[in-house]
């Protein structure tokens, strides 16, 4: 129980913070957790493969982290944010040549096999490294890991690896995959990419494609007395406006993923039963940013990326297109990352007169219908609030006399015209902030290597004196150095302005008020919920 | 009966180069949006680095060029084979024909409840031309033809699920309930009302304004006007002779309308969660699975062109004079 006491004072200091917002996480005070129940979920997306080592996206996980667990999760008071899972402790060597993980003792999988080292030492180097998308890069220089037991295993680097960013990329890296069930098969190809086995507190029971998925309680779980819940259930709803619905006429409890659209919050928080909640995403940190074609002769001119900063008014985006759900960003590492955010860095201020200026000193004066030149703007579709984005956009630079054709297309279409084909001038992205500016936050900016990778710069946008940088952080083991050169990093990108970060949010859920210990993590909607319970 | 036996081996046969036109038609469309399979799976699962993407595509057989990729893919059709689909990571034809149940009960019964109440208030209406309540029917039924059917669907899902919660809101059935025998077909038949309702009342005045202007045209012919004279009551005439010949256009538009309701489930498949044939498209057209969408329309244009022949089939045997012209042609 003290674990439940302890995140309720946190809950509680943290909703003190929050009381100007609409959002108040609901506290249980005096409530002991109710056994049983299934919990229903709205569903948005059935992802290809739900194995989150393979596929580290927040799809998979929403699903898949019940399941398969990671070494450690986020926290709000755990130490560097962490709470311990299937790794009791971590340290690092000074060199950064190898780091130690403790194992959890007495833990097993959903098919009643013990759970050790060897697992850990298999998925590490045939799953995380080779095959999943962002350990790729994380796990780029581990060259062995030793099981001198059962419940140690020790990584080896080939060359100093700053332990922060393994630390930091724990949860998102690190699941876990029974070797007796992948060792020696085509792991991309494995039917256990579908039908999950894991350590988690819920086994995965049955998936009806384009209904639902099933996942049931673990009898032999790890943690006391959890999980509460006996099911989650997780319907798919495919429309936009079916959640709302849903979660009024009680069909399902919880909506995470801002599945209701925001333009519906303030009408469904004013129903009785349901709490519209903000928190819980503060370790899945959405980045609104405009992406810049420096490939543009315009574009290439710092006065006239300059000029587009300040043409762009955050605050009125954040009220009018976030209806407040979200801040105005100050650079490219977001609020949320304390450890490494640094307020100091050059801010754009909304200033139009600036922003003409700027752009007749550059040199493009305007022409007899009042436009200076032609832009191709490709607002991303993956959320309303992109798309809306784009639209202002366009209006905002129509004020200084840039004229931003819209083209809208559909994901697949985005994808290949802005990342592959570089047929844009701007476009409008929302890259994800993963805790550590490394995993996917450097190379929005860094030279590219590659074409056709999303979320990457393809811009063509390549600044040495960043790049060192980014790469120099990559290798740096110390703490405070590598903070440090992170510091650096903003304040490089603040001034050179390869991408103009608009503004920083985090997804909303909304829960029937039946849902308790909601929300009480920074990465809530894709952690395991082992202590989440429902009024009996 | 020889007759009919005819002319469904003729339609049979006609059919193939209609669906081969289909197939290719398809597939050079899809190829012609940009962005591929790839793509779309990249932006789903959040990134990755330039190896991964370039053994994606030569894993999904996206490296070849189209034309290969076009003639593979109609060799293993002829074969019937309808190969993988990448997006689902699953065979083609298991997801069909898993999907296909819903959509055929959903569409069948939109269709039966469709024609069945539009031909009778057709036949109301037509039965007086110009009265009160042929007036009130037929802007009524224009009034439900005009509206949007996601929108008809949204409005009865609030009414009737979320504000009186008489009936369930979406899905096909109550999930991982565990129901068996009747008390399952009386929970799917309680999921069916709204979107079957949503869809026949849209459908509804296409039956009804067909038939009610076939019975104007009737009531204009002779024999009516010989059946008067014989002393028949009107309600005779009206059911034996007048609407029994205005019957006829409305089962070509029957077969032409199995085909558009296959694109019209996309929308009320995806605001009440059925998982249908038409949502599984518009989820192989976004994740731009070209295989995926081929086997859909292959087994859509068969279950079209089926319709249709056995709507020639029954037309021939109500209407001897159609069947005849056409054996004989």
């Known amino acids: 129980?003290?674990?439940?006491?302890?995140?309720?004072?946190?809950?509680?200091?943290?909703?003190?913070?929050?009381?100007?917002?609409?959002?108040?996480?609901?506290?249980?005070?005096?409530?002991?957790?109710v056994k049983g129940g299934r919990l229903i979920v709205a569903a948005d997306s059935e992802p290809r493969n739900l194995n989150p080592a393979i596929v580290a996206s927040n799809g998979v996980f929403f699903i898949s982290s019940k399941v398969i667990e990671p070494l450690a999760e986020a926290s709000f008071d755990g130490e560097n944010g962490l709470a311990p899972r299937l790794a009791t402790a971590w340290e690092g060597s000074a060199d950064g040549l190898s780091?130690?993980?403790?194992?959890?003792?007495?833990?097993?999988?959903?098919?009643?096999?013990?759970?050790?080292?060897?697992?850990v030492a298999f998925s590490a180097l045939q799953v995380w490294k080779p095959l999943q998308n962002l350990g790729r890069l994380v796990f780029a220089n581990l060259e062995s890991v030793d099981t001198p037991d059962p419940l140690t295993a020790i990584f080896r680097f080939s060359k100093p690896t700053p332990f922060q960013l393994i630390r930091n990329a724990l949860p998102a890296t690190t699941?876990?995959?029974?070797?007796?069930?992948?060792?020696?098969?085509?792991?991309?190809?494995?039917?256990?990419?579908?039908q999950l086995v894991g350590t988690g507190p819920f086994k995965f029971?049955?998936?009806?494609?384009?209904?639902?998925?099933?996942?049931?309680?673990?009898?032999?779980?790890?943690?006391?007395?959890?999980p509460n819940l006996d099911e989650i259930l997780y319907r798919v709803l495919p429309d936009r406006a079916a959640a709302a619905s849903a979660l009024e006429a009680e069909e399902i409890q919880l909506a995470a993923f801002s599945a209701v659209p925001l333009a519906d919050l303030d009408r469904i928080s004013k129903v009785d039963g349901i709490e519209v909640i903000s928190k819980g995403y503060e370790g899945l940190t959405y980045q609104l940013v405009v992406e810049i074609n420096h490939r543009t002769e315009q574009l290439a001119n710092l006065k006239v990326r300059q000029a587009i900063a300040h043409a762009i008014d955050k605050k009125f985006v954040v009220d009018t297109i976030f209806l407040g759900y979200a801040?105005?960003?100050?650079?490219?590492?977001p609020q949320n990352a304390p450890e490494f955010y640094d307020a100091s860095v050059p801010q754009y201020d909304f200033d139009v007169d600036k922003a003409n200026a700027l752009l007749d000193e550059a040199g493009y004066a305007r022409s007899a219908d009042g436009t200076r030149f032609t832009l191709r703007l490709l607002p991303a579709p993956y959320f309303n609030e992109t798309t809306q984005f784009g639209a202002y956009l366009r209006q905002a630079l129509a004020v200084v006399g840039i004229d931003a054709q819209i083209a809208n297309n559909d994901s697949a279409a985005h994808q290949q015209a802005v990342y592959t084909d570089h047929a844009f001038d701007i476009a409008?992205?929302?890259?994800?902030f993963r805790g550590d500016p490394a995993i996917s936050t450097a190379i929005l900016v860094r030279t590219a290597t590659a074409e056709g990778v999303p979320f990457s710069n393809q811009g063509g946008y390549s600044n040495p004196a960043i790049d060192k940088i980014i790469d120099d952080a990559l290798v740096t083991v110390d703490e405070k150095a590598r903070t440090e050169l992170y510091n650096q990093f903003q304040q490089a990108v603040a001034e050179d302005l390869p991408l103009i970060n608009v503004a920083e949010w985090g997804f909303i859920t909304v829960a029937r008020t039946s849902v308790h210990n909601v929300s009480n993590n920074p990465r809530w909607a894709v952690s395991n919920w082992a202590d989440t319970w429902i009024d009996g | 009966m020889q007759r009919a036996g005819e002319l469904v081996i003729r339609r049979l046969i006609g059919s193939i180069p209609v669906l081969l036109i289909v197939l290719v038609g398809t597939f050079f469309l899809l190829e012609l949006a940009s962005g591929d399979a790839v793509d779309a799976y990249l932006v789903s699962s959040g990134g990755g680095d330039a190896a991964l993407v370039e053994t994606l595509r030569a894993d999904w057989g996206l490296d070849q060029s189209p034309i290969t990729r076009l003639g593979l893919y109609l060799w293993n059709i002829i074969h019937l084979d309808f190969g993988h689909s990448v997006l689902l990571n699953r065979p083609i034809l298991d997801v069909v024909l898993e999907r296909l149940p819903n959509t055929l009960l959903l569409m069948g019964s939109a269709i039966a409840l469709s024609f069945g109440i539009g031909s009778l208030l057709g036949i109301v209406a037509g039965s007086r031309p110009g009265s009160a309540r042929d007036r009130l029917l037929s802007i009524g039924s224009l009034a439900l033809y005009a509206v949007?059917?996601?929108?008809?669907?949204?409005?009865?899902?609030?009414?009737f699920s979320v504000q009186l919660r008489w009936l369930p809101l979406s899905g096909i059935e109550t999930l991982a309930s565990g129901k068996a025998g009747l008390h399952r077909a009386w929970d799917i038949f309680r999921h069916l009302v709204l979107p079957v309702g949503a869809l026949a009342l849209i459908y509804l005045a296409l039956y009804l304004r067909l038939m009610r202007a076939g019975m104007v045209e009737v009531w204009r012919q002779d024999f009516v006007l010989a059946a008067r004279a014989k002393g028949l009551s009107r309600r005779r005439i009206v059911w034996r002779h007048v609407a029994r010949n205005a019957l006829l256009p409305l089962i070509t538009m029957l077969g032409l309308q199995s085909a558009t309701m296959l694109g019209g489930s996309v929308v009320i498949e995806s605001v009440f969660s059925i998982p249908g044939l038409g949502r599984l498209a518009q989820e192989a057209v976004s994740g731009r699975d070209t295989p995926l969408l081929m086997g859909i329309i292959v087994i859509s244009a068969v279950l079209v062109i089926v319709t249709n022949l056995i709507v020639d089939v029954v037309y021939a045997l109500l209407d001897p004079r159609v069947g005849a012209s056409e054996a004989s042609a």
């Not at chain 1, 006491?5 to 005096?30: E, I, M």
């Not at chain 1, 833990?107 to 096999?113: A, L, N, Q, R, S």
């Not at chain 1, 409008?428 to 994800?432: E, G, N």
């Not at chain 2, 059917?149 to 899902?157: A, N, P």
């Open chain 1, 1 to 33: 129980m003290t674990k439940f006491l302890v995140s309720r004072r946190t809950l509680l200091s943290a909703s003190a913070a929050l009381l100007a917002s609409t959002a108040l996480p609901r506290l249980a005070f005096g409530q002991d957790a």
């Open chain 1, 99 to 119: 780091a130690t993980f403790t194992l959890r003792e007495g833990v097993t999988w959903h098919d009643g096999k013990p759970f050790t080292s060897d697992d």
């Open chain 1, 175 to 194: 699941s876990v995959l029974p070797k007796h069930l992948y060792d020696g098969t085509d792991i991309a190809a494995n039917p256990a990419n579908a």
């Open chain 1, 205 to 226: 029971t049955e998936y009806k494609p384009g209904e639902y998925y099933l996942l049931s309680r673990n009898e032999t779980y790890w943690g006391e007395g959890e």
């Open chain 1, 327 to 333: 801040k105005p960003a100050t650079g490219i590492v």
């Open chain 1, 428 to 432: 409008v992205a929302p890259p994800v």
């Open chain 2, 148 to 159: 949007p059917s996601f929108w008809l669907g949204l409005v009865l899902v609030v009414v």
